[in-house]
């Protein structure tokens, strides 16, 4: 053997661990560690689009404005989560990265004008990543955060209003309803805490953790948990009204539509449930991984749900009839949106990062960045 | 090819979770020992291939007086006496390799189970055994420790967390003096300077790896470290005495 590499070899180890250190093995930036997220306002469309965020015209996808302009150059880290759009600001949160040892990743609230993408104001007072995007609603901006906390922040100045500690991380995006907040924590229990000091109305515990936001019909909140199930839970009480059993977790936000619930697991299984008795009316699996949940068109006919294959599926609500589907290089994990005739869905790790498709037919509208031919 | 490790770890570190009390470093620690236990031929191989070692350090001394200016020569004799003695000179290395794969295995699996990036969960999702008992619904784990959450590295908002890596650092150094032959001398050989290079360079590469690796891979460290030195002095006290460091001349 020889000799120079014997001696050198537990050198060689070290430096094998500092490039395994340095090289992501931490969760650094050059991966994504969450999905974009996307929000349509009138004729925006606001994506937090990990190097940036980006307004386009949601009629060719074309770029009104950036933030920030030059991510290499301004360093404003990694944007996750779906924007916040009220009170004329576009709200998100980006990543930080630390560099070094002894360097940690700051976790930034950043509150954008919505016309141009200027910084209004910033905090930086959480300890832990924001994953899903916060909620806007009387001059009060609410995101929870991995460190455990949920805070209120004044939309127009940024000052912290108050903070909610919970058990562990908060991965949900809350639901307000008029001077109510209702948001699930991986303590596996949803909240509900007054809008204007965060003080606790009731609080309902399941056997698994919330990271998806509830939808409220009349006075009943629905949402699903890591303990594979969905749950009715009386809006005002706090207690629970039925439950209902999938096949796994529940992480993405069901939606309703008249007397029905849908809602996805994360094994790809779709479920149309009766919103009074909790009874199944159907169900379509996917037989693909689905982290989020499904969105619906205004007229409640048509579910879109994304896979993690990149495939975005369109299936008829009143029997979960799948129309079309289209398929993608990426991954489908944030939850489409959908305004008028036309649905949008984020991937991550594909060739483009936003796509727009007819609802009636799947045919893209328009993709962004542009797909350049010969290169995807 | 980690996750292959990193998902029935994974498993593992639920099933002991919810049978000792929802403590993520009990079972950490629990599984720890788990570890040990199915490594424990290779590494009594270790303590037992270091033993031999010390025997020989005396013929090693000799050949250094004898060979002292001819290295090379020096080392082909020693090559030799090993081999008569049926000794891999390396083989004190071999239970360190493989505890790497069993090692970022763990840390994948502590990663998946005290997650910190929501991708991290989603691809654990579809790999939990829901056949084990009283798994549904327990990820993720509790997090906190001493103020300290142990799917982060150390912070200086709890700089108390830098301790972890600081014994990580100590108990493996403890761990390689106490396992590694001692040097006849100074033995200048290939295997000799290799023994006095693993002895700083090993600690202070887990000691490095603690400091951008969640906390809950230090618990790991520290555990399997001190189970280590703790096997060692049981081995020494069952030979009646006679350890590798026992009596070493050259400390």
Redesign the interface.
């Known amino acids: 053997m020889d000799?120079s590499w014997?001696?050198r070899?537990?050198?060689a180890?070290?430096v094998l661990?500092?490039l395994?250190?340095a090289s992501g093995?931490?969760?650094g930036a050059a991966q994504?560690?969450?999905?974009t997220g996307l929000t349509v306002v009138g004729e925006r469309l606001y994506a937090a689009d990990l190097e940036q965020v980006v307004a386009l015209n949601v009629a060719d996808g074309s770029p009104l404005w950036t933030f920030p302009d030059d991510p290499e150059g301004e360093k404003r880290g990694v944007f996750h989560v779906t924007p916040a759009v009220g009170g004329g600001c576009v709200i998100v949160a980006s990543q930080v990265p630390g560099g070094g040892?002894?360097s940690?990743p700051r976790d930034i609230v950043w509150a954008l004008d919505a016309d141009n993408g200027s910084i209004l104001w910033h905090f930086d007072g959480a300890?832990?990543?924001y994953?899903e995007g916060g909620a806007i609603s009387g001059g009060v901006f609410v995101i929870g955060n991995?460190d455990?906390n949920i805070y209120a922040l004044d939309v127009e100045s940024g000052a912290l209003r108050w903070v909610f500690e919970t058990g562990?991380?908060v991965?949900a995006t809350p639901l307000i309803v008029s001077d109510i907040v209702y948001i699930g924590s991986?303590d596996?229990r949803l909240y509900a805490l007054d809008l204007s000091d965060g003080e606790v109305r009731w609080v309902f515990y399941?056997?698994?953790?919330f990271?998806s936001t509830p939808v409220l019909r009349d006075d009943t909140l629905y949402i699903g948990?890591?303990?594979?199930r969905l749950y009715a839970v009386d809006a005002l009480m706090g207690t629970e009204r039925w439950r209902f059993p999938g096949e796994?977790?529940f992480?993405g936000g069901p939606v309703v539509y008249d007397h029905t619930v849908y809602a996805t697991d994360?094994?790809g299984n779709v479920y149309a449930v009766d919103a009074e008795t909790g009874e199944q009316i159907w169900h379509k699996p996917l037989d693909v991984?689905v982290?989020a949940g499904p969105a619906l068109t205004g007229d409640g006919s048509r579910l879109f749900v994304g896979g993690?294959n990149g495939t975005l599926y369109a299936l008829d609500t009143a029997d979960g009839f799948m129309p079309w589907s289209r398929e993608s290089e990426g991954q489908a994990?944030s939850t489409p949106v959908v305004s008028g005739p036309v649905v949008y869905d984020a991937q991550i790790n594909g060739p483009y990062r936003i796509r727009a498709l007819y609802v009636d037919n799947g045919r893209e509208v328009w993709a962004y960045p542009p797909v350049v031919e010969g290169q995807e | 090819m980690i996750d292959s490790i990193a998902y029935p770890l994974a498993n593992l570190l639920l099933l002991f979770y919810n049978f000792l009390g929802h403590q993520t470093v009990i079972a950490i620690a629990a599984l720890t020992i788990l570890i040990r236990l199915l490594i424990l031929p290779l590494t009594l191989g270790q303590q037992k291939s270091a033993r031999k070692m010390q025997e020989l350090q005396p013929k090693i001394a000799k050949l250094q007086k004898k060979y002292g200016k001819d290295k090379e020569r020096l080392t082909q004799e020693q090559m030799k006496l090993y081999k008569e003695a049926g000794i891999n000179p390396m083989g004190g290395c071999l239970p360190l390799l493989i505890q790497f794969p069993i090692m970022f295995g763990l840390?994948r699996a502590i990663m998946y189970c005290v997650p910190?990036?929501?991708?991290?969960l989603?691809q654990f999702?579809?790999h939990i055994y829901?056949w084990l008992p009283g798994v549904?619904?327990l990820?993720?784990l509790?997090?906190?420790f001493l103020g300290m959450?142990l799917g982060?590295?150390p912070?200086?908002?709890q700089w108390w967390s830098y301790a972890l890596p600081a014994l990580v650092l100590a108990t493996s150094w403890l761990q390689q003096k106490l396992l590694t032959p001692p040097a006849a001398g100074d033995d200048q050989s290939?295997s000799g300077?290799?023994n006095q290079?693993?002895q700083?360079?090993?600690p202070?590469?887990f000691g490095?790896?603690s400091?951008?690796?969640a906390t809950g891979l230090s618990v790991y460290f520290i555990i399997s470290n001190l189970i280590g030195i703790a096997q060692f002095y049981l081995v020494r006290v069952n030979r009646g005495g006679e350890g590798t460091r026992a009596s070493s001349s050259s400390d």
């Open positions: 000799q014997m001696r070899w537990p050198s180890l070290v661990a500092l395994l250190s093995c931490t969760g994504p560690t969450s999905w040892f002894f940690q300890a832990g990543q994953v991995s455990g562990h991380r991965w991986m596996r399941a056997e698994g953790a990271a948990a890591f303990d594979d796994n977790w992480w994360v094994n991984p982290r993690q994990l | 840390y910190t990036t929501p991708l991290q989603f999702s579809q829901k549904v619904g990820v993720p509790q997090s906190a959450d982060r590295p912070t200086m908002a290939q300077m290799m290079q693993m700083i360079m090993m202070l590469m490095l790896m400091l951008q690796f």
